[in-house]
């Protein structure tokens, strides 16, 4: 029979039983579950609500039922319909009337709420800590690449001359504010819905500061109505996720770009690379791509609980029953990729050589060269169109700025000496880039500083 069936003369149709239960995703609650019951129970014990031996019975109950789940020996019900009935169900079944008293004072509403605020809570910390070690990463990578010169990109195009080091820490800074988003949303989320009942709290003298204080949560929510109705902990939680997993897959397309003959400026190590079935000389960045594709999913829970929530009346309504599989799969997947991403990096070979090849073509020392002439007087604006002539030179003649003669220089300008060569040689290119962020190596290393601090403040 179900928990609720008084009102009802007739059984639920087995159609709707199976479309109207959940306990096939959220039966991961359980912890949660019974953590926010025992609670709960020892509340109402403490209040006289119920007599202290029925709490106390009530909670030995659940601790039983908890360790019996988490050995394996548990079967849930569909018929119980979700996670909070089925364990309500087995307890009253273990322990008799005592069991039936453990929902005085509560709704589903408020249990579900609290229960999936409790997991929320509990992940967003294991997903910061694997930002983090992904972070780590990057600093390492970082460190080993401050005199790596490679060229940087705008539209794709071979733009100003960086270095490695200094693309990893651009990555860093992206996963920094990843970090801060997601702590940004553990702090929203640290008050506890238990105790809003339905959505009008209760006629008994339940102590809602007493469960929030047990369950570790910095307060109680303000408003009933908003703390079972309210799920904007979970969107904000998805959209900090879809940030990542954007910042994810933008990184795995440039290893993608990297690694391929055409660029070659990294090798992925065999242990994340697969081959092909039919080409034998494939190496594949599969993690990359799949990281990349997995985005998608992420972003979809995202739009899955906007759209779920956009027109939902105030308060409880059953639509909000499809949060926790958005919520559930966003999660896993980022915890599925973060790993693995983070490996994939950490074993990675940076080709120097390749990146120093690209850097020398393309004319990316071409502000530079306008730089130089401009520090000798020239407006900026009359130095980029003089620099323009010697690139159209260039190419038609098949040299770079760096291979042109002094004579080829004076052609087009008095102003070039011989100390030209010395101001468009790469690394002087990069050195003299000493502006706060910039990719010189002094700046590299302050940037690494501030990484590390940033990692140090939060293990």
């Known amino acids: ?33 019974i953590t926010g019951s025992i609670a709960h129970a020892r509340m109402l014990g403490n209040q006289g609500i119920i007599e202290q031996h029925e709490a106390e019975k009530i909670i030995d109950g659940l601790k039983a039922i908890l360790a019996d789940i988490e050995a394996d020996k548990v079967e849930f019900s569909l ?45 967003i910390p294991s997903i910061i800590s694997q930002v983090l070690e992904l972070e780590k990463v990057l600093v390492k990578k970082a460190k080993d690449n401050l005199d790596t010169v490679m060229p940087g990109y705008t539209h794709l195009q071979r733009a100003q001359p960086t270095t490695f080091a200094h693309y990893m820490m651009a990555y860093a800074n992206m996963f920094k504010r990843d970090v801060t988003r997601l702590e940004d949303c553990l702090e929203r989320l640290d008050e506890c819905p238990l105790g809003a009942g339905a959505l009008a709290t209760s006629t008994y003298p339940v102590d809602r500061f007493a469960t929030a204080q047990a369950l570790g949560f910095k307060k109680p929510t303000d408003n009933s109505m908003d703390s079972v109705s309210d799920r904007d902990y979970a ?21 993608v770009l990297w690694c391929s003959w055409e660029f070659k400026y990294v090798d ?16 594949n960045p599969d993690v990359a791509e799949l990281v990349r594709g ?57 080709r120097p050589k390749n990146m120093a090849k690209a850097a020398a073509g393309g004319f990316i020392n071409a502000t530079d060269c306008a730089d130089y002439l401009t520090k000798k007087g020239l407006p900026f604006r009359e130095a980029y169109m003089i620099v323009g002539r010697l690139v159209n030179l260039c190419i038609k003649t098949g040299d770079t700025l760096d291979t042109l003669t002094l004579k080829d220089f004076r052609a087009i300008s008095s102003l070039f000496d011989e100390d030209v060569y010395d101001a468009l040689a790469l690394k002087t290119c990069v050195n003299e880039r000493k502006v706060y962020g910039g990719p010189a190596k002094e700046s590299v290393q302050k940037q690494i500083e501030l990484i590390q601090q940033f990692i140090q403040e939060r293990v």
């Open 268 to 283: 992925l190590d065999d242990a994340y690379s697969t081959g092909s079935s039919i080409m034998p000389q494939k190496k």
């Open 235 to 255: 969107i904000e939680l998805l959209s900090a996720l879809s940030i990542l997993m954007m910042h994810l897959s933008r990184f795995s397309e440039e290893i």
């Open 79 to 123: 018929d119980n319909e979700d996670i909070h009935m089925n364990i309500e169900a087995m307890l009253t079944q273990r322990i008799g009337d005592a069991g039936k008293r453990l929902h005085t004072a509560r709704s589903r509403n408020d249990q579900v709420a609290l229960d999936t605020r409790l997991y929320v809570k509990e992940e």
């Open 1 to 33: 029979m179900k928990l609720w069936a008084g009102r009802f003369q007739k059984e639920t149709d087995t159609l709707v039983n199976d479309f109207n239960s959940s306990i096939g995703f959220d039966a991961r609650l359980y912890k949660q579950d």
């Open 294 to 350: 997995k985005t998608g999913r992420v972003y979809g829970a995202l739009v899955t609980l906007l759209t779920v929530m956009k027109s939902l009346p105030l308060a409880y309504n059953k639509d909000m029953q499809e949060d926790k599989e958005a919520i559930f799969d966003a999660i896993d997947t980022v915890e599925l990729c973060l790993p693995v991403f983070s490996a994939m990096v950490d074993t990675l070979t940076v």
